[in-house]
């Protein structure tokens, strides 16, 4: 049977608390669990006591081989009871691909019309000169 330790919801709408508990990966969310680990209060300030857990129990299933969440592993982490490795993922910050497009697309854009404006800038900078031969014609 594999084990997991992880958040089921509680709490009414809107209003949400959740249970730390080591469940079956079969079952529900909310649903059949083996015990109860902690409590995590979202609607707590930061600064307060948001995130209650039994260690000792959370060191007796992980030795039974349960394996934590990744939300869970990051409390187990911040109470020292786990190490949750650094992630690093540099292109979170990127734009994506439609996002580049138009903005390569706006960039030549505005590079066609700064070319344009300094062809105009030219032709009004020279003066227009007529062929000789016209106003001796004339």
């Known amino acids: 049977m594999a084990l997991k330790i992880r958040l089921a919801r509680a709490g009414s709408k809107k209003r949400p608390y959740y249970h730390v508990v080591v469940a ?13 680990l902690g409590s995590w209060n979202p609607m707590l300030p930061k ?8 260690e000792e129990r959370i060191k007796y299933w992980l030795d039974q081989g349960a394996l934590p969440t990744d939300r869970v592993l990051r409390f187990m982490a ?20 439609k996002a580049q497009e138009r903005a390569a697309e706006a960039k030549q854009a505005e590079e066609d019309a700064k070319a344009a404006a300094a062809e105009a800038a030219a032709a009004a900078e020279a003066p227009a000169e007529e062929p000789a031969g016209e106003e001796a014609a004339s």
């Open 78 to 97: 911040d109470a020292g009871l786990a190490e949750r490795p650094a992630r690093n993922n540099p292109k979170k910050a990127e734009p994506g691909k």
């Open 47 to 54: 600064d307060a006591e948001r995130v209650k857990l039994n």
């Open 24 to 36: 079956d990966v079969r079952s529900p969310r909310d649903g059949r669990f083996i015990e109860q």
